[in-house]
């Protein structure tokens, strides 16, 4: 066992944590900085990824043609492309890879899930994805992040440009910085969408993506949304994230049972809805408000257990969230992101045409915008942007438009490119 970070200040701690529970120095981790050196190991089998966004797709490639079996954190990726190459890396290698959106092996979600898709709420063509999650402000300043004692920075960039960024802490406010995070798009909601997806049955790219939102309220050093609402269309289907990354200030119920709202998801079907507010279990009810039935149980280790089951038969199929699915779930946070990247500054009250007669669709937007009224927002101060519609072909995971498909990839510095299948 080896624990790796290019950090000696974190992995310092993990030790001495794991030295307090089994004082016997033989049984505690190599602390490792170099991933390269952890996977040239031949007495490791599996790793767990758990870095910036930036690196998980290398490093999980790197991990299965090292002969290693992967669990790597949500958003699997960094770009809609890496997903799919990780896929590619996976199937041609026979390894394990499982995308770390614990809810897929919670029983209460899987309960949850298996209701919402058995027809006794009718048509489910509707899901919600909703991330209301306050996130403070990194703030604004015009120096350099300063390093932890001892923290290798060429390891840390990795396959990103090795220049310390522009703000008041290197760790966590990776997020907000597009070079190496995706916003909470991509941070939290990878949880969400994978379960509204999962919902909806759906297992291909949307054929239509637009986003509204923005750093809306933060005058800082963040350079992705904090609040956005991404629309998600299928032929037949519609899926709606809603990320606020401000206060809530009056709780969101939406009018239904089973609320407040906050992380979590609806299902909406012809004859009733399920809700499900945390990672482990769900509700369901008629448009009367009459309960229908109620689900909850499970855990995170769960997860990681299951990987192991894969691991024993080595068929990708008993993964819980194999990462063919972890990679369509992550593309979705990207896509979104790629619509408002390409977006134009518009005024408050803008919304998209697509879905634009859709009942949640209006409800998500009303809220949207009250929400922010509530919290004060100044719009000469910070923009409200509505993104490009996007125009996919689920066959090729490919937009009619270059300058998105553009933003489907990105560049890799020198030493740490992506090898391709």
Not at 27 to 32: G, I, Q, T, W
Request: glycine share 10%.
């Amino acid at each position: 066992m080896a624990l790796c970070d290019c950090d000696p200040g974190p992995i310092g701690r993990h030790i001495d944590r794991l030295g307090r529970r089994d004082p016997k120095p033989s049984r505690l981790p190599e602390a490792v900085a170099d991933v390269r050196r952890l996977l040239e190991r031949k007495d490791i089998d599996a790793v767990s990824i758990a870095t910036p966004n930036h690196w998980h797709a290398l490093m999980a490639v790197w991990a299965m043609q090292a002969g290693k079996d992967v669990y790597v954190e949500k958003p699997c990726s960094h770009t809609v492309e890496e997903g799919r190459v990780i896929v590619d890396w996976a199937r041609k290698l026979g390894r394990m890879c499982q995308m770390g959106a614990q809810s897929r092996s919670m029983t209460g979600m899987r309960e949850t899930i298996d209701f919402v898709r058995s027809g006794k709420l009718g048509d489910v063509k509707v899901a919600h994805a909703l991330c209301y999650k306050r996130r403070p402000s990194i703030g604004l300043v015009n120096t350099p992040a300063p390093l932890p004692p001892g923290l290798d920075f060429e390891l840390w960039a990795g396959p990103a440009p090795a220049e310390v960024p522009i703000r008041q802490r290197l760790h966590y406010d990776w997020h907000w910085d597009k070079r190496t995070g995706n916003g909470d798009l991509g941070n939290q909601n990878p949880h969400e969408l994978d379960k509204a997806r999962w919902g909806l049955g759906k297992q291909e790219f949307p054929r239509r993506v637009v986003s509204l939102g923005g750093r809306l309220g933060y005058v800082d050093n963040g350079d992705v949304a904090n609040s956005q609402v991404t629309l998600f269309q299928w032929d037949d289907a519609l899926l709606i994230s809603d990320v606020r990354g401000l206060e809530i200030k009056t709780p969101v119920t939406f009018g239904l049972a089973g609320g407040p709202l906050a992380v979590g998801n609806i299902w909406w079907g012809t004859e009733g809805y399920a809700v499900s507010t945390n990672y482990q279990s769900g509700a369901a009810f008629d448009y009367d408000g009459h309960e229908l039935g109620k689900w909850s149980g499970g855990n995170s280790q769960a997860h990681f257990d299951n990987l192991v089951t894969a691991i024993k038969s080595r068929n990708h199929a008993d993964l819980h969230l194999d990462i063919e699915d972890g990679h369509l779930s992550s593309a979705l946070a990207h896509l979104g992101n790629v619509s408002w990247a390409l977006g134009e500054a518009v005024t408050p009250g803008s919304r998209p045409a697509l879905a634009s007669d859709q009942e949640g669709v209006r409800k998500t937007f009303e809220s949207f915008e009250a929400h922010l009224a509530e919290n004060d927002v100044d719009y000469a101060q910070t923009k409200l942007f509505l993104g490009r519609q996007l125009v996919l072909d689920p066959k090729t995971e490919r937009a009619t438009d270059p300058a998105a498909n553009a933003l489907f990839g990105k560049a890799y510095r020198k030493g740490y490119e992506l090898p391709r299948v």
